[in-house]
């Protein structure tokens, strides 16, 4: 399959797209704010203006979407979307197809998923042919890639790593669940966790100074920067962090054997805050030869792996591969 594609992740600040070639270079880049929480009119409105402004009057082969939520992508429809307002069961495929013709396919997949395509064509997983991708952020996404091809599920489901149970007493997840991955291993858990540390009794002074005036979106990059100092409470809270994401690591590998586990999300900038107490927890529990076998390695496309995925879709899609 020759020719470019339109890759897009959407997220809930900003829609990022690049022209994508065949052979995954990025020609041109362009970022629009999706005004996600006005809903999907205006997210679609946005998708729209960004599509016409990439392409302008270049010839695609396609364009490529990856959303957070579920998609039922025989119907084109966005079932779910945590990030965007008032979603349910939205026509995506057709409102867009409404506005830009229907000479250019579309195609729609989870952002998670599209992240794990992108890592396989591009990015750390090139050379492997059975990977999971992790993608640390707000909340845990996954995404699984066997015999070389995204494993969706019979539901387009398959690859929610984030609601793995790690601790059945755990906190509330957002699922409803109790004891998910994303409970503990993402920043929304940092936040949970910094919250329960300053509403305890015993709390010194000096640890309640360094988080007043602290912006909630800001604590787990002050995490970071507290760890990276040496700061006590904060290298324990990414040990939990890691612990965590360790004892998933393990069911993961006896469930799959895969050959690698790439991490990404923008907490994957804090890799060697949390890596080593992952992957101990993980050798503690998982069967040996799995364990033995998976490299886990940090992203290398970082935020821009759903983009490329996204690109991935199209020329997937226009070689008959993914049903339309
Ligand atoms: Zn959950």
Redesign the pocket.
């Known amino acids: 399959m020759r020719g470019i594609a339109v890759g897009i992740d959407v997220g809930g600040t900003n829609l990022r797209g690049a022209l994508i070639s065949s052979d995954g270079k990025i020609l041109k880049r362009r970022s629009v704010p999706s005004e996600a929480n006005k809903g999907m009119e205006f997210v679609v409105k946005n998708l729209l203006r960004l599509i016409r402004d990439m392409v302008g009057n270049k010839e695609v082969a396609g364009i490529g979407i990856g959303i957070a939520g579920i998609i039922d992508q025989k119907k084109g429809v966005l079932t779910q979307a945590p990030n965007i307002a008032n979603v349910r069961n939205y026509p995506i495929r057709k409102a867009l197809i409404e506005q830009i013709g229907t000479g250019i396919p579309v195609f729609l997949e989870n952002d998670a998923n599209c992240a794990a395509l992108g890592e396989n064509w591009v990015g750390s997983g090139r050379e492997s042919s059975s990977l999971v991708v992790l993608t640390l952020g707000t909340g845990v996404g996954g995404g699984i890639i066997v015999g070389g091809k995204l494993w969706r599920g019979e539901d387009g489901m398959a690859g929610e790593i984030?609601?793995i149970t790690v601790d059945p007493d755990g906190p509330r997840?957002?699922?409803?669940?109790y004891g998910?991955l994303?409970?503990f291993s993402s920043a929304s858990a940092l936040r949970r966790r910094i919250k329960e540390v300053l509403g305890g009794k015993d709390i010194e002074a000096s640890v309640r100074q360094r988080f007043t005036r602290v912006s909630e979106h800001r604590i787990p990059e002050v995490l970071r920067e507290l760890a990276l100092k040496g700061d006590k409470l904060a290298l324990s809270l990414w040990d939990e962090f890691g612990r965590a994401l360790g004892i998933a690591i393990a069911s993961l590998v006896n469930l799959l054997n895969v050959d690698m586990i790439v991490i990404g999300g923008g907490l994957s900038n804090a890799w060697e805050l949390f890596i080593k107490s992952a992957i101990r927890e993980s050798r503690k529990r998982a069967l040996r030869a799995p364990i033995r076998r998976v490299r886990i390695e940090k992203s290398v496309l970082g935020s821009d792996a759903g983009i490329f995925g996204a690109g991935y879709l199209v020329f997937e899609g226009c070689n008959g591969q993914n049903s339309q």
């Not at 997840?173 to 669940?177: A, E, K, Q």
Request: glycine share 20%.
């Open positions: 984030g609601h997840c957002n699922c409803g669940n998910c994303e409970s």
